[in-house]
């Protein structure tokens, strides 16, 4: 018997619904404290999968900010660790972590409201 008489599974998110995973995904992995940093990776490789399939468009523009919070954040947290052995790290820790749920309020706050999370938003 020939398996094409079975219709393959296949899952197609729109383009806001995808955001929105990616955003939660990367949350679960940082709040976690790195616990389920995999949650995180996970996110990077979804966004450089579909990220040219989203280029002009708002979502596009919110990959960009997951994007630059991981890799800025990874850098700081990199030097914070490091500057631990002087104790100033724990500080930077701490900051980093501020700075990186600021970042992912704001980015899901303009995602609701269907803006870039550049564009400077009025509260």
């Known amino acids: 018997m020939s398996d094409s008489n079975f219709p393959s599974p296949k899952f ?4 806001l619904t995808l955001t929105y995973i990616v ?6 992995g940082f709040l ?3 616990v389920f940093w995999p949650m995180s990776l996970a996110s ?3 966004i450089y999968q579909k990220k040219n399939d989203l ?3 708002i979502y596009s ?3 960009d900010w997951i994007l630059n919070t991981f890799w800025f954040s990874l850098l700081l947290l990199t030097i914070s660790i490091v500057l631990t052995f002087i104790y100033i790290g724990y500080i930077g820790i701490l900051l980093t972590f501020s ?3 600021y970042r ?3 980015g899901m706050l303009c995602l609701r409201e269907n803006k870039s999370p550049y564009i400077d938003m009025h509260i």
Do not use: E, P
Not at 12 to 15: E, H, L, M, P
Not at 23 to 28: G, K, R, T
């Open 12 to 15: 197609n998110f729109d383009d």
């Open 61 to 63: 523009a919110h990959f």
């Open 23 to 28: 955003y939660i995904l990367f949350s679960i």
């Open 99 to 101: 700075w990186v749920i």
């Open 32 to 34: 976690s404290s790195g």
């Open 44 to 46: 990077v490789i979804i």
């Open 55 to 57: 280029d002009g468009t």
């Open 104 to 106: 992912l309020i704001r």
